[in-house]
T-cell receptor
Framework: KAGVTQTPRYLIKTRGQQVTLSCSPISGHRSVSWYQQTPGQGLQFLFEYFSETQRNKGNFPGRFSGRQFSNSRSEMNVSTLELGDSALYLC????????????FGSGTRLTVV | ELKVEQNPLFLSMQEGKNYTIYCNYSTTSDRLYWYRQDPGKSLESLFVLLSNGAVKQEGRLMASLDTKARLSTLHITAAVHDLSATYFCAANFGNEKLTFGTGTRLTIIP
């Protein structure tokens, strides 16, 4: 059974650029959540998509956006990158139903220079 | 405010010893999770605790949940070096958003 696939694994971008990260959930899972992990702020929730709809949103600026496609794959986009956006971005796959658990992908390490 | 607090933040212990990591949360939670993270790696699911009094064990790790005290514990028995990692607890509060604790960096010393 394939796990959660995140691409790319590593990215280096320059301030002001934009970036798109991708997450393919476990087959049959309809919910994808995104988290940002930094040494200073820890693990913070960005947003959750279920059946192509954003169902929950964290406290991040509008530069952070996402979407989900009909095959449940999800992308998140960060525009006008800032140095503080350097982080490990993790996506989590879930059935999206009450009491279902979460499986995390390997993450994308974004470095903004 | 929804909060999940872990302690200690850092834990250095000798092989063979027992210790407990504590996780307090601020309000009624649907589910309590424990994850392990190795340096530079993703989160590995260890336990999901659903109800008061729930206890789950896997190898040298045992997790429990007391919903009345809003407390979960992760107990390590006879620690071995392979258990060195950062451990996170996380909780759901009525939706699919996970609120994570700060993590406990565990180092097992031979």
């Amino acid at each position: 059974k394939a796990g959660v696939t995140q691409t790319p694994r590593y990215l280096i971008k320059t301030r002001g650029q934009q970036v798109t990260l991708s997450c393919s959930p476990i087959s049959g899972h309809r919910s994808v959540s995104w988290y940002q992990q930094t040494p200073g702020q820890g693990l913070q929730f960005l947003f959750e998509y279920f059946s192509e709809t954003q169902r929950n949103k964290g406290n991040f600026p509008g530069r952070f956006s996402g979407r989900q496609f009909s095959n449940s794959r999800s992308e998140m986009n960060v525009s006008t990158l800032e140095l503080g956006d350097s982080a490990l971005y993790l996506c989590a796959s879930s059935l999206g139903q009450y009491l279902s658990g979460y499986t995390f992908g390997s993450g994308t390490r974004l470095t903004v220079v | 405010e929804l909060k999940v607090e872990q302690n200690p933040l850092f834990l250095s212990m000798q092989e063979g010893k027992n210790y407990t990591i504590y996780c307090n949360y601020s309000t009624t939670s649907d589910r309590l999770y424990w994850y392990r993270q190795d340096p530079g790696k993703s989160l590995e699911s260890l336990f999901v605790l659903l109800s008061n009094g729930a206890v789950k064990q896997e190898g040298r790790l045992m997790a429990s949940l007391d919903t009345k005290a809003r407390l979960s514990t992760l107990h390590i028995t006879a620690a071995v070096h392979d258990l060195s990692a950062t451990y996170f607890c996380a909780a759901n509060f009525g939706n699919e958003k996970l609120t994570f604790g700060t993590g406990t960096r565990l180092t097992i010393i031979p």
